[in-house]
């Protein structure tokens, strides 16, 4: 009997579009579609690193949202220079909450002060196997898992 219960439970769960298409575990950015200014058009072999795990309720996200390694700064950098070298530069963590095609986020320690205290963050989302998209007003961002 109880097999039987175990097996239900995972035909059920292998059935429901949110859970076989889960957007738990580790994915790194791979393309970047932007729609207009100086950075328009499709990127791919230009995209920099980043990093976004989701766990059950939790994400952590780190990631360079230009299309240019960022310069290291020398080890005499004036503090303006080592603030250029983290403008471009994202990083969050928080809970997160997942509809069939949004995603909220809600940071808890960010980069910058203003994230952590502001309005939870928005953006629609579709997942198909390995593969996760964002839409946001003027961009698109194609992530894939590399860890379950």
Do not use: C
Not at 49 to 60: D, E, N, Q, T
Not at 90 to 103: E, F, P, V
């Amino acid at each position: 009997m109880r097999s039987g219960i175990t097996l239900l439970t995972l035909l059920g769960a292998a059935m429901d579009p949110l859970v076989a298409q889960t957007v738990q575990g580790v994915w790194k950015p791979v393309q970047v579609v932007i729609d207009s200014g100086a950075d328009a058009g499709r990127h791919t072999t230009d995209v920099q690193p980043g990093l976004l795990i989701f766990a059950k309720r939790h994400y952590s996200m780190m990631y360079v949202p230009v299309f240019k390694p960022r310069a290291v700064p020398s080890d005499s950098a004036s503090d303006q220079e080592l603030g250029l070298s983290f403008v471009p530069f994202i990083a969050n963590g928080g809970t997160y909450q997942r509809t069939d095609s949004t995603i909220t986020f809600s940071p808890s320690v960010a980069k910058h002060p203003a994230v952590m205290t502001g309005k939870p963050i928005t953006r629609q989302i579709r997942v198909k196997g390995d593969t996760l998209w964002f839409t946001s007003p003027g961009l698109k961002a194609t992530w894939v898992r590399i860890e379950r």
